[in-house]
């Protein structure tokens, strides 16, 4: 794989059911970023990672929780999901969090909650 | 709060020139980035800047006047395929990505 890969690429869920959003990069970037992206509006963070081994919140992390075991890996876990959860989402990785560090993106995943 | 505007959508004609602009109101400046991103994909890299000035990279060129928390997205020679969303993005104090809502570029021939 190259850059940024991200699975799911898109899913109907029903309300209530646990999701976990993959994602995978290969650029060794230490920085990755969750992003939802909602029509009508700017992408919003919902969490992110600076390191292996630390998260943090973002804009609207409510719903959501990440972990980050390793560099590579940043798996987003709607716990129990509901319609407003619905949007497209992006994983993004930069080679850290710095002023200059451009970040990249993955292809997206489409989530539809009923 | 912090704040990201651009216009909605914009209209030009192929070979033409078009003015993409973004102000904005952020806790703290460490950049300002653009991104293009084509209905169904991924938002993809255009320019970076964290001088006052210009930044030119071929037919696209990127302004920036932090005095006026202004930037501007200036794109030549347009084309076809330059059809879709210009993302304007300032990273703020705690290095977060505040970003604005989109431009929709219609290019018609």
């Known amino acids: 794989i190259a850059g940024i890969t991200q699975a799911p690429t898109s899913q109907i869920l029903a309300a209530g059911r646990r999701m976990t959003l993959r994602c995978t990069q290969d650029m060794r970037h230490n920085a990755m970023y969750w992003y939802r992206q909602d029509l009508g509006l700017g992408l ?37 999901a509901v319609p407003s959860q619905t ?3 992006f994983c993004a990785s930069s080679v850290s969090q710095g002023g200059t560090d451009t970040q990249y993106f993955g292809p997206g995943t489409r989530l539809t909650v009923l | 709060g912090q704040n990201i505007d651009q216009p909605t959508e914009m209209t030009a004609t192929e070979g033409a020139i078009v003015q993409i602009n973004c102000t904005y109101q952020t806790s703290g400046f460490n950049g300002l980035f653009w991104y293009q991103q084509h209905a169904g994909e991924a938002p993809t890299f255009l320019s970076y800047n964290v001088l006052d000035g210009l930044e030119e990279k071929g037919r696209f060129s990127s302004f920036l006047s932090r005095s006026k928390g202004y930037s501007y997205l200036l794109l030549k020679e347009l084309q076809m ?28 021939p």
Do not use: M
């Open chain 1, 44 to 80: 919003r963070l919902i969490h992110y990672s600076n390191t292996a081994g630390t998260t943090g919140k973002g804009e609207v992390p409510d719903g959501y929780s990440v972990s980050r075991a390793n560099t590579d890996d940043f798996p987003l876990t709607l716990a129990s």
């Open chain 1, 87 to 89: 949007s497209v989402y």
């Open chain 2, 81 to 108: 395929k330059d059809s879709a969303s210009y993302l304007c993005a300032v990273k703020d104090s705690n290095y977060q990505l505040i970003w604005g809502a989109g431009t929709k570029l219609i290019i018609k």
